[in-house]
């Protein structure tokens, strides 16, 4: 209840925020305007997926996320996923790859399997470095299930960490963690969804070696 209340009066802060930036309502905005404008737009853009997270969780609690199995042309999201991202890659010089290579086709939901596989790579983007980072996806059959792949050359994450890196609003305490920030629900989402879609999912890593995150979906 109380996410739904937040997420209500976001709709029309973010609206005002577009049409003030139209010349028919303020004129042409001074730089310190523009900038006031900015700073309130992505506050409320991090709000909005901040409630987005807990509403997620709560329905993941609940047990009442709906899910819509379809069949998934797996290789073609994996293709049009990596496309997509390739923009949020630029600003840190990052190298992404995708290295789906077979035909794969399953019967899920197709926007949460995005969801999480958004998530995971969006996480790595904030721990590898900048210039010499690199992630790469990949999708491939294993023991009649589609085995999905996130690795990334970042910082790693320390052996007695991951055991509740899936815990919800648990953050790894690091530089990355502080500046980003995040509602620490993510990865926990992660987990719930791919659970309820019949799936497992885990984490290899080492400090300092990066991560490999890993999940399967039944086909």
């Known amino acids: 209840m109380i996410s739904h209340e937040l997420k209500t009066p976001l709709t ?14 303020l004129g042409q905005l001074n730089p310190k305007q523009a900038q006031a404008l900015n700073a309130i737009e992505t506050n409320a853009i991090k709000l909005k997926e901040l409630v987005g997270d807990m509403l997620d969780a709560q329905k993941l609690d609940m047990k009442k996320m709906k899910f819509d199995h379809k069949d998934v042309d797996v290789t073609e999201m994996m293709y049009y996923l990596a496309e997509n991202l390739r923009s949020t890659m630029d600003p840190k010089h990052i190298e992404f790859v995708n290295s789906t290579s077979e035909k794969l086709t399953l019967k899920s939901d197709k926007s949460r399997l995005e969801q999480v596989l958004n998530n995971i790579i969006l996480n790595a983007v904030d721990f590898v470095p900048a210039n010499t980072g690199k992630i790469e996806i990949s999708a491939e059959n294993k023991n009649g299930k589609v085995l999905f792949t996130v690795k990334d050359n970042g910082t790693g994450i320390p052996k007695d960490k991951q055991g509740r890196l899936f815990t919800q609003f648990y953050q790894l305490d690091t530089s990355a963690t502080r500046k980003h920030g995040g509602s620490g629900l993510g990865l926990s989402i992660c987990k719930g969804i791919v659970n309820a879609l019949g799936g497992e999912i885990w984490v290899e890593s080492d400090a300092g070696t990066g991560a490999s995150f890993y999940f399967t979906i039944p086909k």
């Open 12 to 25: 029309p802060i973010m609206g005002w925020c577009q049409a003030l930036r139209s010349p028919k309502i």
